[in-house]
């Protein structure tokens, strides 16, 4: 169960906490993995502790040529296909409303929503052209994106956009055994979340009925779920990992 042997993906973000346990639950479950974001030396530290069956295809998503030529780029590397795209890669700069710079807003709706969009276009493209009748597209959303938080307007944006988006584009695609899904991670243990204090882990926490942070690990579960065979079935849908902080 859940066997991606055999499989090709994609995965944005990969330095990070989040991205870079998406890839290694991937590849241990068989698939070959192009990994990317803007740390080379951190993607090739990946690359080197899991072994084969990894591509370093470096990518800085506020760049939009860049962009633009990643998925042609990672399917080069992995070998001709590509079966699996997460969209992982995030950016945050909070302001409030009423101080909120212009650049603000841009830069965060150009990485975390543009080149979400372009990536699942060219993505669903490939998918489609191979026709094997598989696959799967993983967007990384938020809670955030759900209910809003507070110096977060342009990230909230992004993230609910993302979710209107992703449901769009599985209607498109869905009669090609394209599937296409959110997972919206609560309050997770990466180095966002390494900048609070003790006192404010504790309060957050306190609100969370499992009392608890998420794990990288807890993510890349629901995405092994959504990237496999099993999960052919699910699509359109956002699916919630947050200890019941946010019962959708």
């Not at 990230?155 to 599937?179: D, F, H, P, Q």
Request: proline share 2%; net charge positive.
């Amino acid at each position: 169960m859940f066997d991606l042997t055999g499989k090709t993906a994609l995965v944005t973000g990969a330095t990070g906490g989040i991205g870079a346990e998406i890839a290694r639950v991937f590849h241990k479950h068989g698939a070959t993995v192009a990994i990317s974001g803007r740390k080379v030396e951190a993607l090739e530290a990946l690359k080197a502790e899991l072994g084969d069956r990894v591509h370093v295809v470096p990518c800085d998503l506020a760049d939009r040529a860049a962009v633009g030529k990643l998925i042609d780029e990672a399917v080069k590397a992995v070998g001709g296909r590509l079966d699996i795209l997460v969209n992982n890669a995030g950016l945050t700069k909070d302001n409030l409303f009423m101080v909120m710079k212009d650049e603000q807003w841009d830069d965060v709706i150009a990485v975390n929503l543009t080149s979400t969009f372009m990536l699942c276009r060219a993505g669903s493209r490939h998918m489609m052209r191979s026709k094997t009748g598989y696959g799967r597209i993983i967007n990384i959303a938020s809670v955030s994106g759900v209910f809003g938080n507070p110096g977060q307007g342009n990230y909230a944006a992004s993230k609910a956009g993302m979710i209107g988006m992703t449901k769009s584009l599985a209607r498109e695609v869905a009669s090609r055994g394209i599937t296409a899904n959110c997972v919206a991670p609560g309050f997770i243990q990466t180095a966002m979340t390494d900048v609070l204090n003790d006192k404010q882990k504790s309060e957050i926490a306190a609100i969370i009925p499992a009392q608890r942070f998420g794990t990288p690990m807890d993510i890349a579960a629901g995405c092994l779920y959504l990237a496999s065979n099993e999960g052919g079935y699910i699509t359109g849908q956002t699916l919630h990992i947050n200890g019941g902080m946010a019962m959708v």
